[in-house]
Nanobody, 123 residues
Framework: QVQLVESGGGLAQAGDSLRLSCAAS????????MAWFRRPPGKEREFVGG????????SYADSVKGRFTISRDNAKNLVYLQMNTLKSEDTADYYC????????????????WGQGTQVTVAS
């Protein structure tokens, strides 16, 4: 069992940066691929970025490539999402997820989910 808790959301202006964190419980954190998803208002949850258990492989949605960076610290059981050059279309609830397939974009590949943290970007 893995429990995930996101933090770091809030209100930002277009062009600003925010860093989201996801704290995971459990001693086998490095065994899990991790990902960030988001759900914009009125839309379905979508893949943002993923990282392998070792951190050696990352992947991103085209909409955030070059602006967002996912990283992890296995010693601290933390996953981060650094979001730069924020746009109004980045406004969403952001969710951290843990699963077995690094870079998987479908929600069904992830077994554990956090409760989400809200990000609002004002233009």
């Amino acid at each position: 069992q893995v429990q995930l808790v996101e933090s770091g959301g809030g209100l930002a202006q277009a062009g600003d940066s925010l860093r989201l964190s996801c704290a995971a419980s459990g001693r086998t954190f490095a065994n899990y691929a991790m990902a960030w998803f988001r759900r914009p208002p009125g839309k379905e949850r979508e893949f943002v970025g993923g990282i392998s258990g070792s951190g050696g492989m990352t992947s991103y949605a085209d909409s955030v490539k070059g602006r967002f960076t996912i990283s992890r610290d296995n010693a601290k059981n933390l996953v981060y999402l650094q979001m730069n050059t924020l746009k109004s279309e980045d406004t969403a609830d952001y969710y951290c997820a843990a699963g077995g397939v690094a870079g998987a974009v479908d929600r069904s590949s992830y077994w554990y989910w956090g409760q989400g943290t809200q990000v609002t970007v004002a233009s």
